[in-house]
């Protein structure tokens, strides 16, 4: 007498469970099954996966807010008015020893400073005060003297600026703003 027959009705191949053949009875598949837990397992993979992007995002932003909060704690001097003639420029770092900006003189009574790092990719900032403009020698980045942001080429960010003060003729760096646009 024939064996019976337990395959599930849907066979990989299609054909009636009659029809298939003897090892297949020793190792069944259920494909039914076999395509559900493949779902499941892509489901599991995207929610994983979704967790760990607005974990990442969460960071950054503690991040930030973390660097914004530290950078506006103290105001660190930069050069006296007299040392920068007008049309000129001085680097200096802030708020980190390793964070380096860019102030520059575009007037008798005029500066602005600028985190000297290109936002495309991170090369040294050049400033080009007779053309009001920053250049990033890199890929040909341009930006804006007076605001900062991109002029041409490949960087889509502003420089972050770097607030100043000018007290009894000395300028302070006074906090760096981020920007976004
Ligand atoms: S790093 Fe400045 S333009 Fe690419």
Known sequence: MDKKISLPVITPDGRPPEAQPKWRHDFPIDVPEADYVAR????????????????GQFWIGLKRAFRRESAGTSAQRIASVAAVPVGGAVSFSFPKPNDACLLMRTGTDDFVAYSAKCTHLSCAVL????????????????????????????PRRPLPRIRIEVREGEIYAMAVEERMT
Do not use: E
């Open 40 to 55: 499941r397992d892509f489901t599991k993979f995207m929610v994983l996966t979704s967790f760990a992007f607005v974990i």
């Open 127 to 154: 400033p080009d005060v007779k053309n009001n403009a920053l250049r990033c020698p890199c890929h040909n980045g341009l930006f804006d003297l007076a605001t900062g942001r991109p002029l041409a080429g490949p």
